[in-house]
C-alpha cells in the first residue's frame, strides 16, 4: 500500500430510490428500487463546500483511490485521488459512486428487478446520460452536499459531468471533462455497435436471460473488450509496448497467440469479463451513442445564467474522443461566454491517458483544483 | 455494362500442381493439387512484353473488370482496368487470379482435401506471403509470360507484389504497390486477432469443420467483416457518409440498427458471408501478419543487380495501411538505389481509396504506365 494512498477503504451502499419514490427516466419509464454504491474519501468540512463528485468511465466502479483489503492493486484513479495528490484528499471530500445501469453494486440490467425478482436482462429500460445523473444528484443531497466543489471525470465520466453542468450548473463550482465527447462520431458508434454484436451473438448471451439461464456471454464481452481496447491505445503505443514480437515459436505459426499483442488483448478479455456484465456493455454504450447534449439551440441557457468554471483535458494522441471532441465543447462553451480553461496534453498512450500517470496533465488537475475563483 | 468496359468476360481455372508436381510451400509443406482461377483481359503480344499481373486484396477474387453474365456490378478493379482506362486493355494484357487460400476458385483450406477429401479446415497447411507469390509465377509461366510489363496491388495486393520483386526482381519491369505495408503495426495485427476471434468462437465454426457439419460460423464472419470494415474507411468519410442519422424512430431506442452507420455495417456483414469463406479469412489474416520482406538484411539484394521500377502510392487519410508504411517501403528501396516514383494522393475515404474512383490517383498509375523506361 503506498504511503501516500487513502488507505483501506469499503464500498457502501444505499438505496436512493424506492417504489414509493421511484426515479423517473428520461424514457419516461420508472425504476425502482435504485441502490447505489459509492465510495468517498476525506472529510466534509462544516460548510459542506469542499465536496468533489467523481463519474467513472464506461467499466469503471466506485472504488477509485485506497486499497480494498486483499486488493492487489490501488483504485482506478489512485494516481488523481489521495492525500497530496491533485484531487487531495487532505483538502477534499471526495464522492464516487458506480452509475446506474453498472454491475458492481448499483442497480443495472443485472440487477433482481423489483429488488427480489430474476435478473431485468434486456427489460431494463434504456437510459440516457441525463438517468445517470438524476442518481449521482440523489447521491449527494443524501450526503448532505447541495454545491460541489467539482464535479470531474474522464471518457463516459466527462460526458456526465457535461450534461450535469449545462442542466444544473447551480449544483457546481467546477466542471472537469477530460478526453469526453459531447456527440459520438459514426466511427465511435460503429466500433461499439460492432461489440454489441460480438456480446448478443453470442449463444450465451440467451437474449439477455443469460443469467437465469445458467449462461454467460463471457466469448462475446472479451470479444468486445478486446476490441474497445485496441481504440483506447494510441497505434504508437501499442507499437512500443509489443511491436511484433512473438509470443511463441516462429517455427510453429497457427491461429492461437503468436504475437505479444494477441496475448496482451487474450489478457484483457479475458479479465475483464471477470468484473463485468454484458447487459451493463449494450446498456452503458447505448447511452454514450445517444448523448449529443449541445445539439439544441438552448443548450447552454442554464450555463448563461449559472457561469461553471470548466476545464477541459484532450490528449493528443487520443483517437477515440481525440481533441476534436474537446474544442466541439470549447467552441459551444465559448459561445456561452463561459470561464473556460482548455488544454491538449502531450501523451502518447493515447484515450487511455486520463487513467494514467501523466505528469502534465495530473498538474494541470491540480493548479486548476488549487486556483481560487 | 459501360461503354468503357471489357465486356462479358468468364473465370477460368487451371490446375497448376498437382501430386506429380506438388506446390512446395515456404513452411517445409506440400499442397496438391493447387487449381487456380483467373480472369485475362486485352491480348498478349507476338513479343510476350505486354503483360500487367495484378494482385488482388484480403477479400478480392480473379473478377476485377467487365462483366458476369446477369451482374449487377462489374468487377472490383474496372476503374482502373478497361479500354482506356490506366490499365489499358486495348494495349495491355492483364492477367488476374485469385490466390492461394482465397475461395473463389483458388485452393484454400475450404478445398477438398487432395482433390476429392473433405474440406481441409483447420488442417490445411499455414501460407506465407511468398506461397501466394509462387503459385502467381507458375500461373505466368502457364500463360507463356516470361517477363510483366508490371505487377500492381493494393493492400494485401501490394504486398504479394513487393515480395515477388524482392525476390525475382528480372520477371517483372514494373511493381506497382499501392496502400500497402512491409510490416504490419501490433495495432494492425491487433484488429486482425480480434476479427480472428470472433470467427473461431462462433459455436458454428466447429474447431473449422463447419463444411462437414453442415454448419458455418457466418455471425462471427459478419462480424469480423463489419470490424474490418471501419479501418477501411476514415473517420471523416463514415462520418460524412452517416453522421449521426438515426436509422429508425429515435423514440424507440434498443439495440437494433438505431443509426444510419449501423444498418450499413449490418449489409457490409451479412453481403460479405454470401462470398467469402472464414477459413480463407483466417488464413490470409495470418499471412499479413507474418509478412516482414524488408527485415532481413540482404532483403534487397536482388533487386540490386536486377533494379525494378517502382511506383508506391499512399493515401493521406489511410489509417490501415497509412503513409507511414509506404515511406517504411520507400526508404528501403531508396537505400537499395532503385528507381522508385512516390505519391502519397489526398482521398478522403481512407483505405478503401485504392478500389475507388480517386483521379489523381488513377491519372498517377496511368501515367507510371504509360511512361517508357
Chains 1, 2 share one sequence.
Not at 54 to 75: M, R
Not at 93 to 98: A, G, H, L, Q
Not at 345 to 373: I, Q
Request: glycine residues 10%; hydrophobic residues 40%; negative net charge.
Amino acid at each position: 500500500m503506498g504511503a501516500d494512498s487513502v488507505g483501506v477503504v469499503n464500498t457502501q451502499t444505499v438505496r436512493l430510490f424506492d417504489s414509493a419514490n421511484p426515479l423517473r427516466l428520461e424514457s419516461g419509464a420508472e425504476l425502482s428500487p435504485v441502490d447505489v454504491a459509492y465510495e468517498t474519501y476525506g472529510t466534509l468540512n462544516a460548510d459542506r463546500s469542499n465536496a468533489i463528485f467523481i463519474c467513472h468511465a464506461l467499466t469503471g466502479d466506485a472504488h477509485a483511490a485506497g486499497w480494498h483489503l486483499g486488493d492487489k492493486h490501488p483504485g482506478w484513479w489512485d494516481t488523481m485521488i489521495g492525500p497530496g495528490k491533485p484531487v487531495d484528499t487532505n483538502r477534499f471530500y471526495v464522492i464516487v459512486p458506480n452509475l446506474l445501469g453498472g454491475c458492481q453494486g448499483t442497480t443495472g440490467p443485472a440487477s433482481p428487478r423489483g429488488g427480489d425478482g430474476p435478473a431485468y436482462g434486456l427489460d431494463f429500460p434504456i437510459l440516457m446520460m441525463d438517468d445517470l445523473v438524476r442518481v449521482h444528484r440523489a447521491l449527494m443531497a443524501y450526503l448532505g452536499v447541495e454545491r460541489l466543489y467539482a464535479a470531474m471525470g474522464g471518457s463516459l465520466g466527462g460526458m456526465q459531468v457535461l450534461q450535469w453542468a449545462l442542466e444544473t450548473p447551480e449544483q457546481m463550482e467546477r466542471a472537469i471533462v477530460i478526453a469526453a465527447s459531447s456527440r459520438l462520431t459514426a466511427q465511435n458508434i460503429a466500433f461499439s455497435a460492432v461489440a454489441r454484436k460480438a456480446i448478443m451473438s453470442d449463444p450465451g448471451f440467451r437474449g439477455g436471460r443469460y443469467a437465469q439461464e445458467g449462461d454467460n456471454p463471457d466469448t462475446g464481452l472479451a470479444t468486445a473488450r478486446m476490441l474497445a481496447h485496441i481504440t483506447y491505445l494510441s497505434e504508437d503505443a501499442l507499437s512500443e509496448k509489443f511491436g511484433r514480437e512473438p509470443q511463441f515459436s516462429e517455427s510453429n505459426p497457427g491461429f492461437g497467440v503468436d504475437f505479444a499483442v494477441e496475448s496482451y488483448l487474450d489478457y484483457q478479455g479475458e479479465s475483464f469479463v471477470e468484473r463485468f456484465d454484458a447487459l451493463s456493455y449494450l446498456y452503458l454504450t447505448r447511452v454514450m451513442d445517444y448523448f449529443d447534449p449541445l445539439g439544441s439551440d438552448n443548450a447552454t441557457d442554464a450555463i448563461g445564467a449559472n457561469p461553471v468554471n470548466w476545464l477541459l483535458i484532450s490528449f493528443d494522441t487520443d483517437w477515440r474522443f481525440g481533441d476534436e471532441h474537446t474544442r466541439r465543447i470549447l467552441r459551444a462553451l465559448e459561445r456561452a461566454e463561459q470561464p473556460v480553461t482548455y488544454r491538449m496534453v502531450p501523451s502518447k498512450w493515447g484515450h487511455d491517458s486520463f487513467l494514467l500517470e501523466v505528469p502534465r496533465y495530473l498538474e494541470t488537475v491540480e493548479a486548476f483544483l488549487g486556483r481560487p475563483l
